[in-house]
């Protein structure tokens, strides 16, 4: 067996074919900026809570650096209810290490149209029933139940629209749940800390951010947005 088949065995094709890809491409091109990170440590202004979808990516979104954003990702992007029994510890352990130890300057909870935890809570919980202590899942996504409760009650077949407007909510209960962790409150109030949501289409790109004033999801940069779409495809 020649090295090329025994790496093979370790990743997949596909992987190694990407780790060249960036060896030859973003690597040789920037790795001074590697090293700094490396040797300085990172230094993110920005926690993005996202979804573990794979289509879902804030780095190209924000077509970030590395070392510029945090990554808190998890089923549906959601934020669980602080509690001082260390309950969801490893959702809050992210956050708390993005706002004590990195002081980012501003968390933003990212929500996307057409997420499977919000299908799989409509489809198969609805908020109507408890899951079994084994079903990871479902007790994960049963947290959307209290943004569900702020919404029309579910209908009894599976809909779009509802599911996208219940992702929506979801993004605004994810703030509320924020400032219940009062080191979040601590730093909001000293100004050195912004909450913010997020939604973003996946099938176009579009981007919305939420106004907390009026609880409207806004397009972000539509005349960007229509000049990206109208441009010719290569």
Known sequence: MNAQERQTL???????????????GRFRRERQKF?????????????????????????????AEPGEIFDARNVANLVPPHSSNNYHHGS????????????VSQ??????????????FLERYAGNS???KEDYIGNWISILAKAASGI???????????????ARESVKQGLVNLRTFEKVVAAEKAGSLTLHGAFFRIEDASLFALEETS?????????????????PRF
């Open 215 to 231: 609880g409207e999801f806004l397009q972000i940069l539509p005349s960007a947005h229509r000049g990206a779409i109208a441009r």
């Open 130 to 132: 408890v899951p079994d």
């Open 10 to 24: 370790l990743l997949s094709a596909d992987l190694l074919e990407g780790y060249e890809s960036f060896l030859c």
């Open 107 to 120: 968390i933003v909870v990212l929500g996307h149209a057409r997420c499977g935890g919000v299908r799989a």
């Open 92 to 103: 809050w352990a992210a956050i708390d290490y993005a706002v004590s130890n990195l002081r």
């Open 35 to 63: 090293r700094d990170l490396a040797l300085r440590g990172q230094h993110p202004h920005t926690l993005v809570i996202g979804c573990c979808d794979s289509r879902v990516t804030p780095e190209e979104i924000f077509d």
């Open 152 to 166: 029309a009650p579910p209908p009894a077949a599976f809909d779009e629209a509802y599911a996208d407007r219940l």
